[in-house]
């Protein structure tokens, strides 16, 4: 294990990257009843967002407006420099060499074969999300890779972290790899993340991507109130057996889903 409750490659923290924090804290305090500590004005204006007392989720502010706008996922890991030698060997990118950010743990920014940006999380003090899957927290991750780059980036997470794979293309009718960690059935309880590929009819420009989604308690809810804080729905509310999803963008451009588990069908 990378620290406790979390595995290796195991999603284990988020962060937006924003124009504007303060307007970011309206957005998602309002859609996901956050609560925000104070800034670091030493790391770009860095603040944790709470909810009930507990961290889901960080919002920084971009240090270069050509950054994208968008979450990015942490997959944590107990051997920061060996998961940083095992993507180069396995045809990823190291994009940002591990670095300590204080004692709070360690992290380095990574591309896979696809070109799906992720960062990896060596816990210290901070070990990740306090609360996952309740309304307003944390419940699932993603990569969207395209077609092309399906068996490349299936086998640099089976090379890089061990995961422990399930297909479920023909439980939810499109190509989808189910992610567990190592050593651990590969069934419901056990799911960590996992692989689906972009549309064929989506934009050439589309980059791969890691899809986050938040728990909400009413699907069709957060994607009206999603609309009202100036946000729009790019995938409109969806049935899956796992729970009613949507695909939305908040007021600044950043991507990421809901998804209400009580309302699958």
């Known amino acids: 294990m990378a620290g406790p409750g979390f595995a290796d490659g195991e999603p284990c923290w988020a962060v937006a990257m924003l124009p504007d924090v303060a307007a970011g804290k309206r957005f998602y305090g309002e859609l996901l009843g956050w609560s925000f500590g104070a800034t670091d004005p030493g790391r770009e204006g860095y603040t944790t967002a709470t909810l009930d007392g507990k961290a889901v989720a960080g919002l920084v502010a971009k240090p270069d407006g050509r950054m994208p706008t968008d979450w990015n996922v942490h997959l944590s890991t107990s051997d920061i420099a060996g998961a940083a030698d095992r993507i180069r060997d396995a045809g990823g990118q190291v994009?940002?060499?591990?670095?300590?950010?204080?004692?709070?743990?360690a992290t380095a920014v990574a591309a896979d074969p696809g070109g799906a940006v992720f960062q990896l999380w060596q816990p210290g003090t901070m070990k990740g999300f306090e609360a996952t899957g309740t309304p307003g927290a944390y419940a699932w991750a993603e990569v969207?890779?395209?077609?092309?780059?399906?068996?490349?980036?299936?086998?640099?997470?089976?090379?890089?972290?061990?995961?422990?794979?399930?297909?479920?293309?023909?439980?939810?009718?499109?190509?989808?790899?189910?992610?567990?960690?190592?050593?651990?059935?590969?069934?419901?309880?056990?799911?960590?993340?996992?692989?689906?590929?972009?549309?064929?009819?989506?934009?050439?420009?589309?980059?791969?991507?890691?899809?986050?989604?938040?728990?909400?308690?009413?699907?069709?809810?957060?994607?009206?109130?999603?609309?009202?804080?100036?946000?729009?729905?790019?995938?409109?509310?969806?049935?899956?057996?796992?729970?009613?999803?949507?695909?939305?963008?908040?007021?600044?451009?950043?991507?990421?889903?809901?998804?209400?588990?009580?309302?699958?069908?």
Request: proline share 6%; net charge negative; with cysteine.
């Open 95 to 105: 994009i940002m060499d591990p670095f300590a950010l204080g004692g709070a743990g």
């Open 144 to 265: 969207h890779t395209r077609s092309a780059d399906k068996e490349a980036v299936d086998t640099f997470y089976d090379a890089v972290f061990g995961f422990v794979t399930s297909d479920l293309t023909e439980v939810l009718g499109e190509d989808f790899l189910r992610w567990a960690p190592r050593g651990e059935p590969a069934d419901e309880a056990h799911a960590i993340g996992g692989r689906a590929l972009i549309a064929a009819d989506a934009p050439e420009e589309l980059p791969a991507h890691f899809l986050l989604y938040f728990a909400v308690q009413d699907c069709d809810e957060a994607v009206r109130r999603t609309a009202r804080l100036g946000g729009r729905t790019v995938l409109e509310p969806t049935g899956t057996p796992f729970g009613r999803h949507a695909v939305l963008v908040d007021d600044q451009g950043a991507f990421f889903a809901v998804i209400a588990p009580e309302e699958g069908h």
